[in-house]
């Protein structure tokens, strides 16, 4: 299943893509149950089978993506069979089905419990440290290294506000993340591809200014990052996914081509099989000590040549950088395309 998170009424509502680009509005699956109007469209699905489905919801509809992580964690099987059903046999004039054309998407994840971002890319790690001149370091091999990001500045498709300093060398950032949907801690890696819930594309968006004087005092990123991730457009089930995908002791590698653009011309092309590091490693490593909880994000790092900091370094681009207006689109398959234009933000001062 494919899901989206779009605004209805100055407000975020939950859908499910259908693979004819309408969209089941989830919010409105308990009005279905409630009026028993056999005009509402409910094809072959019983109202005995939506009855199920609210009770699972607990009475209420899924109003966030963050609420159907917490039914889905509780019985997976159950919700899966039940939307499973749902997405294929809801009738197209019910009235919880909507056009995709007419919906703004936000993030599908618009509130992450979490936000934390890899470095899994081998490719990416040695360019990026042979440009300055840096032997690649050993310690990429012992274990995968992540650093946390801000998950309260998340954005979808569209606009993306910036403020001046942020304009020295702004940088895109091709990259996967994934999202977990049962919590657990000290997780081994052949048992972590049961905690992740789907996947979806991340633009870890950098002011690469900012980050190069951040970088001196061995903090790690900071506002050099913490300004703006963006995650979209659609969040993919992993059992979606299982046909790009092969089992391994140390989970699940993904076949997945990746490619960015900069106002229509292709940058950077890569592919998931790419990643030294599993997303069930990095789980591994992120759970030790820790409990990792619904909601979670967990990005893979930049995918070989998927940053200009990288190109410009190895004379691919010419000192190449995002500007106002620049519209850059991730591409990857099986996830679609996520769409995001640079913009200038109001730099007043805001209270709360």
């Known amino acids: 299943m494919r899901f989206i998170t779009f605004t209805k009424q100055a407000k975020s509502a939950l859908g499910v893509l259908r693979s004819n680009q309408s969209v089941i509005d989830l919010s409105l699956l308990s009005e279905l149950v409630r009026t028993r109007d056999s005009g ?60 995709l054309s007419g919906l703004r998407l936000l993030a599908p994840l618009p509130n992450p419990a979490s936000l934390r971002d890899g470095y899994a890319f081998r490719q990416h790690v040695e ?25 309260r500045t998340i954005f979808g498709p569209g606009p993306f506000p910036v403020q001046k300093l942020h304009l020295d060398r702004l940088d895109y950032e091709l990259e996967l993340a994934i ?55 659609v969040l993919v089930t992993m059992a979606e996914l299982a046909s790009v995908s092969h089992a391994t002791p140390v989970g699940r590698h993904f076949d997945l081509k990746m490619q960015a653009s900069v106002n229509g011309k292709l940058l950077s092309e890569g592919n998931a099989n790419k990643m030294t590091w599993s997303f069930a490693q990095i789980v591994e490593r992120a759970s030790y000590g820790v409990r990792l909880n619904p909601g979670d994000v967990i990005g893979s790092g930049t995918v070989g040549t998927g940053c200009l900091a990288e190109l410009n370094s190895s004379k691919v681009t010419d000192n190449l950088w995002l500007q106002p207006g620049d519209r850059v689109v991730l591409t990857v398959d099986q996830l679609g395309q996520l769409e995001t234009e640079i913009t200038v933000g109001n730099e007043s001062y805001a209270a709360a």
Not at 56 to 85: H, I, Q, T
Not at 127 to 150: C, K, L, Q, S, W
Not at 196 to 220: H, P, V, Y
Request: avoid cysteine.
């Open 40 to 99: 509402a469209g409910l094809g072959s699905v019983t109202s005995r089978e939506l009855d199920e489905l609210t009770a699972l919801a607990g009475g209420s509809p899924f109003s966030s993506m963050l609420d159907y992580l917490r039914v889905w964690e509780l019985d997976s099987a159950r919700l899966n069979k039940l939307m499973e059903l749902v997405v294929s046999e809801l009738d197209e004039r019910s009235a919880a089905v909507l056009a």
């Open 127 to 151: 360019t990026m440290r042979r440009n300055r001149g840096a032997e690649m370091i050993a310690e990429f091999d012992h274990f995968p290294v992540f650093y946390f990001g801000n998950h």
């Open 179 to 233: 999202v977990i949907g049962k919590s657990g801690i000290n997780i081994p890696a052949n048992r972590a591809d049961e905690h992740i819930f789907g996947m979806t594309i991340m633009n870890d968006m950098s002011a690469r200014g900012l980050q190069t004087e951040e970088m001196k005092l061995s903090l790690g990123p900071a506002k050099g990052k913490d300004f703006g991730t963006v995650l979209g457009p």
